[in-house]
Nanobody
Framework: QVQLVESGGGLVQAGGSLRLSCAAS????????IGWFRQAPGKEREFLGT???????YYADSVKGRFTVSRDNAKRTVYLQMNSLKPEDTAVYYC?????????????????WGQGTQVTVSS
């Protein structure tokens, strides 16, 4: 088991930046790949990116170049740095985890989910 808690969401103007954090507790953090999804009102959940236990990253094309996923294993924390934010980035952002290697973009591949944090981008 691993427990995930997101923080750092809030209201930001278009063009601004936010950094979300995902704090993990429970089983060995370093053996887990951590990912980020988001869900906007009326839309399906969308994969954003994932970081492997060794720090390798994989991004969805929709956010490549604007969003960066990183991890600090000593702090048991994963970050999602979001730059050049747009109103269409408004959503609830979720931190997710799965054990093992590889890069997965399906929500079904991640058994562990945080409670989500709201990000609102005003125009």
């Amino acid at each position: 088991q691993v427990q995930l808690v997101e923080s750092g969401g809030g209201l930001v103007q278009a063009g601004g930046s936010l950094r979300l954090s995902c704090a993990a507790s429970g089983r060995t953090f370093t053996s887990f790949a951590i990912g980020w999804f988001r869900q906007a009102p009326g839309k399906e959940r969308e994969f954003l990116g994932t970081v492997s236990w060794s720090g390798g990253v994989y991004y969805a094309d929709s956010v490549k170049g604007r969003f960066t996923v990183s991890r600090d294993n000593a702090k048991r924390t994963v970050y999602l740095q979001m730059n050049s934010l747009k109103p269409e980035d408004t959503a609830v952002y979720y931190c997710v985890a799965r054990s093992g290697g590889g890069y997965y973009y399906s929500q079904d591949s991640y058994p562990y989910w945080g409670q989500g944090t709201q990000v609102t981008v005003s125009s």
